[in-house]
């Protein structure tokens, strides 16, 4: 199974802060890779996929870069409403896996 | 879109459960689904997933032969079928929709969840 680790595992922030979540994969993965957020009790939310295109909807102040097996998540100025946990996902091979997640709290 | 979940519960170690996702506001048929579950208190854990078309199936390793997933898609409905269940199932139970374009890119839709607790 690929294996996806992130981080760091936990980020303190404030707002107006940039932040930057890294993804490594074991193994090469292309570019087949998506971010989430998630807030607490809910289901995620897709931000990145194809490790850099933003989804539909989703604030531009979120970007995403990398191919191969690393790759990162920024957010350029934090708003309070992105304090949650964010996870990144690989699409390359099944069976899929998902990394750990970062969770981001504020400052 | 909607995705809503159901048939979570309580059930012993060895019991059997049947989780639903009753799916509207788009064309069900055709579209990639997936079960992805979060025990308390921790990450994702992508479980099942289902073709559309040729309704092919792929499954997390460590849940090959104790988890069936399913569709009917003339009820919309997208189906879990668990079995000898454990402790270590014990988790919130999402239904998503698949991202497809030119590739699989992810889920863009995604339920509330359903809880499952596994427990003597």
């Known amino acids: 199974d690929i294996q996806l680790t992130q981080s760091p595992s936990f980020l303190s922030a404030s707002i107006g802060d940039r932040v930057t979540i890294t993804c490594r994969a074991s193994q090469d993965i292309s570019s087949y890779l998506a971010w989430y957020q998630q807030k607490s009790g809910k289901g995620p939310n897709l931000l990145i996929y194809?490790?850099?295109t933003l989804h539909s909807g989703v604030p531009s102040r979120f970007s995403g870069s990398g191919s191969g097996t690393e790759f990162t998540l920024t957010i350029s100025s934090l708003q309070p409403e992105d304090f949650a946990t964010y996870y990144c996902?690989?699409?390359?091979?099944?069976?899929?896996?998902f990394g750990q997640g970062t969770r981001l709290d504020i400052k | 879109v909607q995705l809503l979940e159901s048939g979570g519960g309580f059930v012993q170690p060895g019991g059997s459960l049947r989780l639903s996702c009753a799916a509207s506001g788009f064309t069900f048929s055709t579209n990639y689904m997936t079960w992805v579950r979060q025990a308390p208190g921790k990450g994702l854990e992508w479980v099942s997933a289902?073709?559309?078309?040729?309704?092919?199936?792929y499954y997390a390793d460590s849940l090959k032969g104790r988890f069936t997933i399913s569709r009917d898609n003339s009820k919309n409905t997208l189906y879990l079928q668990m079995n000898s269940l454990r402790a270590e199932d014990t988790a919130v139970y999402y239904c998503a929709k698949g991202f497809i374009t030119n590739a699989y890119y992810g889920e863009d839709y995604w339920g509330q969840g359903t809880l499952v607790t596994v427990s003597s």
């Open positions: 996902q690989q699409l390359n091979r099944y069976p899929i896996t």
């Open positions: 289902i073709g559309g078309g040729n309704s092919a199936t």
């Open positions: 194809g490790a850099s």
